[in-house]
């Protein structure tokens, strides 16, 4: 009988995709990184506990493109900063990617917030105009020139905090508690620029950010990195303390309780 692929695996051939998962090599990406002070008060407002606001509110939109042979794929995030366990990191609220397959494991293994979406950068000499889009809403964007090459600095862990959850199946709550995630990412980068530019937040039902308005930008830079990632579950934290922020995960929160019609399946 030929094979039936939906059928079970031979463990060995879980083993060697685990194996190749656990070897790759350095992915190399460009990307634009932007830096702004917000309001204190919006800030905090989007993290849910036991999350807490760092020192500064800061925010911080980064928009990459990593040219994977026969697979180019576009990366970004909004993230604000963030504390918990005694360390200080960073929350995402938005992580859009140009292809499904960075979906997948960001979404089901460490609870990132990711979703389809458009990432764009452009350079024309020393100009550099980059934008996160979804439902045709460039809802970042930063513009800016090109400055003096700045010193590299050395191999450092950054920490992210997302929240891993799956909605109940009655349409209520969870299925089970959710738990906190702490991913750290060890990033070396071999290429950084400094750039003169702005930051323009434009108006989404989709994607909110610009209630997180540019006090006072920071800094923008270009440059060309890579990343690994590990990740841990820290705690486990409460159901209703988390509710009343899942809509930050979906464009339309009643989504989740949506089904096929009846009939159609």
């Given at each position: 009988?030929?094979?039936?692929?939906?059928?079970?695996?031979?463990?060995?051939?879980?083993?060697?995709?685990?194996?190749?998962?656990?070897?790759?090599?350095?992915?190399?990406?460009?990307?634009?990184?932007?830096?702004?002070?917000?309001?204190?008060?919006?800030?905090?407002?989007?993290?849910?506990?036991?999350?807490?606001?760092?020192?500064?509110?800061?925010?911080?939109?980064?928009?990459?493109?990593?040219?994977?042979?026969?697979?180019?794929?576009?990366?970004?995030?909004?993230?604000?900063?963030?504390?918990?366990?005694?360390?200080?990191?960073?929350?995402?609220?938005?992580?859009?990617?140009?292809h499904?397959?960075?979906?997948?494991?960001?979404?089901?293994?460490?609870?990132?917030?990711?979703?389809?979406?458009?990432?764009?950068?452009?350079?024309?000499?020393?100009?550099?105009?980059?934008y996160?889009?979804?439902?045709g809403?460039?809802?970042?964007?930063?513009?800016?020139?090109?400055?003096?090459?700045?010193?590299?600095?050395?191999?450092?862990?950054?920490?992210?905090?997302?929240?891993?959850?799956?909605?109940?199946?009655d349409?209520?709550?969870?299925?089970?508690?959710?738990?906190?995630?702490?991913?750290?990412?060890?990033?070396?980068?071999?290429?950084?620029?400094?750039?003169?530019?702005?930051?323009?937040?434009?108006?989404?039902?989709?994607?909110?950010?610009?209630?997180?308005?540019?006090?006072?930008?920071?800094?923008?830079?270009?440059?060309?990195?890579?990343t690994?990632?590990?990740?841990?579950?820290?705690?486990?934290?409460?159901?209703?303390?988390l509710?009343?922020?899942?809509?930050?995960?979906?464009?339309?929160?009643?989504?989740?309780?949506?089904?096929?019609?009846?009939?159609?399946?």
């Amino acid at each position: 009988m030929a094979r039936v692929r939906y059928g079970a695996r031979e463990a060995a051939e879980v083993e060697a995709d685990r194996e190749r998962t656990a070897h790759l090599p350095d992915i190399w990406s460009t990307g634009v990184v932007a830096l702004w002070e917000s309001d204190p008060d919006a800030v905090a407002a989007v993290l849910p506990p036991p999350l807490k606001p760092a020192g500064r509110p800061l925010l911080r939109a980064a928009i990459s493109k990593v040219d994977l042979p026969g697979y180019p794929l576009g990366a970004g995030s909004v993230a604000v900063a963030a504390h918990h366990g005694g360390r200080d990191g960073w929350y995402p609220l938005v992580m859009p990617m140009t292809h499904e397959r960075a979906l997948i494991g960001g979404r089901e293994v460490f609870g990132e917030p990711k979703k389809l979406g458009e990432v764009v950068i452009e350079r024309d000499g020393g100009v550099v105009r980059a934008y996160l889009a979804r439902h045709g809403i460039a809802f970042v964007e930063v513009r800016g020139a090109v400055g003096a090459a700045l010193p590299l600095p050395p191999p450092a862990e950054k920490l992210d905090f997302y929240f891993k959850f799956l909605p109940g199946v009655d349409g209520t709550g969870f299925d089970a508690d959710p738990v906190l995630v702490h991913c750290t990412r060890t990033e070396k980068v071999r290429k950084l620029e400094a750039m003169s530019g702005d930051v323009l937040l434009r108006e989404s039902a989709y994607d909110p950010v610009a209630d997180l308005p540019v006090r006072r930008l920071v800094e923008i830079t270009i440059g060309e990195k890579t990343t690994d990632q590990r990740g841990r579950v820290v705690e486990r934290v409460s159901a209703q303390a988390l509710l009343p922020y899942v809509h930050q995960r979906y464009d339309d929160v009643r989504q989740i309780v949506d089904g096929p019609p009846e009939g159609s399946v």
